[in-house]
């Protein structure tokens, strides 16, 4: 049995790894972010570096949570090559410590970093993104587009005066507060009255708020005004469920939003996805973990190490070229989320577990 200084040393060296990656993605994932950024927002009047700069760095959090499965893989895959490298793992064998004995420090550590990045994290990167994309909605004039960029969906409204069509290449605040909307009302006859583009709208009690408004009526007629309201009958909750990006929502109220959005007549999948995928992040982790253990623990001898590394890289790029589909399949509802949510996280597990019985049971 593993005793516990041992226990507590693996458990250090792994998490003072993990720091490293994860110091090192926050670096590159700033760098390449606010690059893109800078490249498609720059010709737009209200940018600025400085503006460039916070939106990257609110991006931050959302990228990190991204990233935290292949943090784990490689952090994991470099503190166990460091551990044969120096003959801690040879020695620890010889003690009498199985694989799973000295594979359980860093079990329980990729467990509670995932416990920390669907509670603490979770949470910082759903504001921090909200509120970058409210900035990124108050930047007005026509930005080079994000490359797959479909905007967002079209919204249908009907009042006293007739039917409204809204459209938005940007949202904020889950949908409330839109940028670069559109407008294109039709009376009761079903005839286009007019086409209103503004800078921004947000949505009020009963009403549209638009900024920045230019209105081209049946006519062709062109006329801007500073501000200009629009009645509405919607509701925020169901603009919510409309616009808002799962992303942006805490895990802690995925699921009232899964409940509001069922009540509405509207599909739940994509909410119901991320809230599934959030709650499969600590076992995740875990079969991560188990993965760079297939890969990284048979003894190698010095420069012998290449052929471990591209194992590991191609096992991850494999689980992520999964967990891209099934979450694509999940958010349209070809899958079930929770089955979507919870494939990756078997298919690795299993691997693993699989991997190890073998080599340590035969």
Request: proline residues 4%; positive net charge.
């Amino acid at each position: 049995m593993i005793g516990r200084t041992l226990f507590t040393y693996f458990f250090r060296r792994y998490l003072v790894i993990v720091a490293q990656f994860f110091v090192g993605v926050v670096v590159i994932s700033f760098l390449v972010d606010f690059t893109e950024f800078s490249r498609r927002a720059s010709s737009l009047p209200e940018y600025s570096m400085g503006a460039g700069m916070m939106v990257s760095a609110l991006r931050i959090p959302m990228i990190i949570q991204t990233a935290i499965p292949f943090i784990i893989l490689f952090a994991a895959m470099a503190t166990l090559m460091s551990l044969n490298r120096k003959y801690e793992l040879v020695i620890a064998r010889s003690a009498g410590i199985s694989a799973w004995q000295f594979l359980a420090p860093l079990c329980f550590a990729s467990f509670l970093i995932g416990a920390v990045t669907i509670t603490a994290l979770n949470s910082l990167s759903a504001a921090a993104l909200s509120y970058s994309e409210e900035i990124e909605a108050s930047f007005s004039g026509k930005a080079r587009s994000a490359p797959g960029g479909l905007g967002l969906p079209w919204l249908r409204q009907r009042t006293e005066e007739g039917v409204t069509i809204i459209g938005a290449k940007k949202s904020a605040q889950r949908g409330r507060l839109l940028g670069q909307a559109t407008f294109i009302r039709f009376d009761k006859d079903g005839s286009i009255v007019d086409r209103i583009d503004a800078k921004r709208a947000a949505l009020a009690t009963g009403a549209w708020m638009l900024t920045g408004v230019q209105r081209i009526d049946a006519d062709g007629q062109r006329t801007e005004r500073p501000r200009m309201a629009i009645k509405t009958d919607l509701k925020p909750d169901f603009v919510e469920e409309q616009f808002a990006r799962p992303e942006t929502i805490p895990l802690f109220e995925l699921g009232a939003k899964i409940d509001s959005a069922r009540s509405f007549g509207l599909s739940a999948n994509p909410f119901a996805m991320q809230y599934h995928s959030l709650l499969a992040m600590p076992f995740l982790l875990v079969a991560m973990t188990l993965i760079a253990a297939t890969v990284s623990m048979r003894f190698a001898r010095l420069g012998q190490s290449a052929p471990m590394i591209l194992g590991g890289v191609a096992a991850g790029f494999l689980l992520y070229v999964a967990s891209v589909l099934v979450k694509a399949f999940g958010s349209s509802g070809f899958v079930l989320p929770v089955v979507a949510a919870w494939f990756p996280v078997v298919v690795a597990g299993f691997f693993g577990v699989t991997f190890l019985l073998h080599k340590e049971d035969g």
